[in-house]
């Protein structure tokens, strides 16, 4: 684990979520790295004091605003279908090349210590995904195609778990 990976983990850190073999990756990292623990723990203050400021604010819409900002998306798509259907379609290219990616980083062994993390642990529990990629990782060959949509759904759920504007590969 190296100091980038790190802060972008200690939400689930601090939340328990984290998997085990993270954490003790995590812990690990903590103990040599005096830095990091610096900032590890003035992110743990900063979160509470931002608790305890979120309990004093109201974030709502009034509901006022909600009903105008409502009709207002719903007339925009209604007026312009065909840059609704673009933009989605644009978003399921998008999400088809990295899942492919994500699919070929992983056959390749080219995944960050992170994402590798969360992958091996993901495997650990769903037979189906392990079996896919073992197959992958033993033939050698790039797959072909998109996974299986139970495969493609799994990936997807992984790649929403990384946190934003982090690959997941190695260059």
Known sequence: ???????????????????????EELDAHLAMCEPCLAFTRTFRATCEETRKLREMIEYTIPPEV??????????????????????RDQVERDRREKVADLVGAATAGR?????A??????????????????????????PAGDP???IRSHVIGLMQTLPPGEEFFLA
């Open 66 to 87: 909600r009903k105008r900002l409502e009709t207002f998306v719903r007339a925009a798509t209604l007026k312009y279908p065909e840059k609704v259907r673009e933009y």
């Open 1 to 23: 684990m190296n100091c980038k990976e790190l802060a972008y983990m200690l939400a689930d850190y601090f939340d328990g979520s984290m998997d085990p073999r993270l954490r």
């Open 117 to 142: 993390l969360l992958m091996e642990s993901h495997w650990a529990a769903c037979p189906e995904c392990r079996e896919y990629f073992d197959a992958l990782r033993k033939s050698g060959d790039p």
């Open 148 to 150: 299986p949509d139970g």
């Open 111 to 115: 995944l960050s210590s992170a994402t």
